[in-house]
C-alpha cells in the first residue's frame, strides 16, 4: 500500500558536497537577503521578519518594516505574525501524532472518526485529507464564504457547509487545494484526543518543541509582540479586515514568529514530537492512483530541483502573509512573516534560495519568438488555478488568452488581467519573474497541444496543463460615448456581502469603481447600463427597476456576483 507513496525513499541522505563550503557562502548570502528585504519593504510600511538557519544555527534574523503603522513600531525577528495555512504542516504533525500512538490509520474511512460526515458514497480517508486529494469542496470558494468569513461558526456549521456539495472528483483521482479537508482533519484530533485543537496544540506540539510564543488564534486573548497585518488601500495602507478564527481553525489559525518556527523545524529532525519513521510519509510527494506525481506531502510542498529536496509551504490571511522552505539535504531553515498583504514573500524566498544554492534559475537570456509567436496565439482551457480545480469556484470555463500584437506575446486568462511572456527559448516564456514559466507543447506535426506553467524551484500541486481549444479569440469590445448626466445615476455604494463594497464614481464623462481594499481604476462603456475594465477581463452591468432607477450591479469575474445599491 505504501510503495507508491516512497518516491524519495533514499533521497534524504546527506550530500555533503552539494552544500560544501564553497558553494555555501554565508556573508554573501546574508548581505544579499538584507539588500533584497531592505529594497523590498520601506522603513515606513507594513514589513517582514525573515530568519535562516543552517544545521539548526541562525545565520540570519532580522525584521523589516513596520509591526504597526499606528504605533511606528518596527518589525523584530521575536513579533508574532498570523502564519495562515503554514498552520497545515502542523495539523498533519498532530495526526501522525496520533498514528504513532495506534489511535488513527491514513486509510482508515473518516466516518470511524465522524460518523455523520456525507461522503457522497465514497471512502475518504486522513491520507486523503492530508494530501488534497479528496474532492472536498474547499469552503474558502463556496459563494457563502464572503458573507459568512466574520460570523462566529460552530465546526459542525462550518462542516455541514463544504460537505454538502458532490465532491470535486473520486478520491485520490485528482488533487484540489482544500481548507476543508484539514478542518476536517482537525475536527477528527479533536474526536479522538478528546481534547480541543488549541489545548491539544499546546500540550503536544508547542509545549515539546520549546515554542513559548506560538499559539491558535483568537479574540479573546491577548498575544505579547503580536504586530498587525495591513492591506493596501486607494489613500494607503488600511488595517486588515476582521474575521471570525472559527473559520481557519485546523487549516491556518496558528499565530508565531520566526524564531520558533525554527524551533519547530528542529524539532522535526529528532522523534520529540513524532517518529522519524512515521513522520517520513509526510515529506514525500503523494502519488494518484493513476501515479501522477502531486508534488505535495502531508501539509508540506514536496519538490526535488537540481537534486536538493525543498520542503515548503506558505501561507495567506487577512492582512498576512508568509513562506517557509527546508531542505534536509542541507539542514537549510528559511522563514520569512510577513504583515503586507501587497508583497507575496515567495518571490523573495525563490530569489534567497537560488542565489543561496546557485540554481542558476534566472540566468536567462532574452530571445526572439516572432517567427512563430502566431502559432502560440489563441484559447486555452485552464483546468487548475490557485492550487484549486476551476470546477472549485467556478460554473463556467476558464481560459488562458494567449495574443500576439506589437511584437509581444501576452496572456490574460478569464478574470484576470494581462501579462506579457517573455521568451527566454523556444516555446518557453517567463512569466513574471524567472521562477514561473509557461511552457508551450507540440505534436509530432508541430501543432501547439497546450501550455504548462512551470514554477522554480519548487512545484506546488500537479504539472497544471492546459489544452489548447478551437475556441476563436474574443474581439475587443466596442467602447461607446455616454453623457456626465447618465453617469450620475449609476453613483452610489453596493455591497456583494461579507464587507465587500463596489464604490462607483463619476468625473466628467469617465466613470470609476473602487473594490473594498483596492485602489479606483476607470472602467468604460459598451452601453448605457453595461461597463468593462482594461486592466482586468472583468465587467459590470447596472441592473434596473421597473422605472429605470438602478437597483443593483452585477459583477462579472469568474462568476456573476450581485450587489445591491445602498446609497
Known amino acids: 500500500m505504501r510503495s507508491k507513496h516512497s518516491i524519495l525513499a533514499g533521497l534524504l541522505l546527506l550530500l555533503p558536497l ?5 558553494t555555501w557562502k554565508e556573508q554573501e548570502i546574508i548581505v544579499f537577503t538584507d539588500s533584497l528585504l531592505h529594497a523590498t519593504y520601506s522603513d515606513t510600511e507594513p514589513g517582514a521578519a525573515v530568519l535562516i538557519a543552517r544545521n539548526g544555527k541562525v545565520v540570519h534574523a532580522q525584521g523589516y518594516g513596520l509591526a504597526s503603522l499606528e504605533l511606528g513600531v518596527a518589525n523584530e525577528p521575536d513579533n508574532l505574525f498570523d502564519i495562515g495555512s503554514m498552520s497545515k504542516q ?8 496520533l498514528v504513532d500512538k495506534g489511535l488513527a490509520d491514513l486509510d482508515t474511512d473518516v466516518r470511524t472518526y465522524i460518523p455523520e460526515y456525507n461522503t457522497h458514497d465514497h471512502t475518504i480517508t486522513l491520507r486523503h485529507l492530508l494530501t488534497h486529494t479528496s474532492g472536498i469542496t474547499s469552503f474558502t470558494e463556496l459563494d457563502t464564504f464572503a458573507t459568512l468569513y466574520n460570523k462566529d461558526m460552530g465546526r459542525e456549521e462550518i462542516m455541514d457547509l463544504f460537505m454538502e456539495p458532490e465532491l470535486l472528483f473520486t478520491p485520490d483521482n485528482d488533487w484540489s487545494y482544500s481548507n476543508s ?20 496544540m499546546q500540550e503536544h506540539i508547542f509545549q515539546p518543541a520549546g515554542m513559548q510564543h506560538t499559539y491558535i488564534g483568537n479574540l479573546n486573548q491577548v498575544f505579547p509582540k503580536k504586530v498587525s497585518g495591513y492591506s493596501p488601500g486607494e489613500y494607503g495602507w488600511i488595517p486588515a479586515r476582521e474575521f471570525s478564527w472559527d473559520w481557519p481553525f485546523a487549516a491556518g489559525a496558528i499565530i508565531s514568529s520566526v524564531e520558533d518556527l ?40 514536496v519538490s526535488v530541483y537540481k537534486e536538493l529536496t525543498f520542503i515548503r509551504h506558505g501561507g495567506a490571511i487577512n492582512g498576512f502573509l508568509s513562506d517557509a522552505v527546508r531542505i534536509p539535504e542541507a539542514h537549510f531553515y528559511m522563514v520569512i512573516l510577513s504583515n503586507n498583504q501587497s508583497v507575496g514573500p515567495a518571490g523573495l524566498t ?35 488555478s490557485g492550487g484549486r480545480l476551476v470546477t ?6 476558464v481560459y488562458g488568452y494567449v495574443r500576439y500584437a506589437d511584437g509581444a506575446l501576452t496572456i490574460q486568462q478569464t478574470g484576470g488581467g494581462t501579462r506579457t511572456l517573455t521568451c527566454i527559448g523556444k516555446d518557453t516564456f517567463m512569466l513574471r519573474s524567472p521562477y514561473t514559466r509557461m511552457v508551450f ?16 524551484p519548487t512545484t506546488f500541486g500537479p504539472d497544471d496543463f492546459a489544452p489548447k481549444t478551437d475556441i476563436p479569440l474574443p474581439g475587443e469590445k466596442q467602447e461607446v460615448s455616454l453623457l456626465p448626466e447618465q453617469l450620475i445615476r449609476l453613483c452610489g455604494s453596493y455591497d456583494l456581502g461579507g464587507g465587500f463594497l463596489l464604490s462607483v464614481t463619476a468625473e466628467g464623462s469617465q466613470l470609476f469603481i473602487q473594490a473594498t481594499g483596492q485602489a479606483k481604476f476607470p472602467v468604460y462603456p459598451t452601453s448605457d447600463t453595461e461597463f468593462f475594465w482594461k486592466i482586468v477581463d472583468a465587467s459590470v ?14 459583477l462579472h469575474q469568474g462568476g456573476d456576483y450581485f450587489g445591491r445599491k445602498i446609497n
Open 350 to 384: 525563490d530569489e534567497i534560495l537560488n542565489k543561496a544554492f546557485s540554481l542558476g534559475i534566472a540566468n536567462t537570456t532574452e530571445q526572439s519568438c516572432e517567427d512563430y509567436a502566431e502559432e502560440l496565439t489563441g484559447v486555452y482551457q485552464v483546468v487548475r
Open 90 to 97: 502542523f495539523t498533519a504533525v498532530a495526526i501522525l501524532q
Open 262 to 301: 525554527l524551533l519547530w523545524d528542529e524539532a522535526l529532525y529528532s522523534d520529540k514530537l513524532v517518529s522519524q519513521k512515521t513522520l517520513q510519509q509526510a515529506f514525500e510527494p503523494h502519488l494518484l492512483a493513476d501515479g501522477t506525481n502531486t508534488n505535495y506531502g502531508f501539509g508540506w510542498g
Open 18 to 22: 552539494l552544500v560544501s563550503a564553497q
Open 541 to 554: 452591468t447596472f441592473e434596473t427597476n421597473e422605472d429605470g432607477s438602478i437597483s443593483g450591479i452585477t
Open 181 to 200: 479537508g484539514f478542518t476536517l482533519a482537525g475536527m477528527i484530533v479533536e474526536k479522538i484526543s478528546g481534547q480541543s485543537f488549541p489545548e491539544y
Open 392 to 397: 472549485n469556484y467556478s460554473e463556467e470555463p
Open 441 to 456: 507543447t507540440r505534436d509530432e506535426n508541430d501543432r501547439v497541444l497546450g501550455m504548462h506553467l512551470l514554477t522554480l
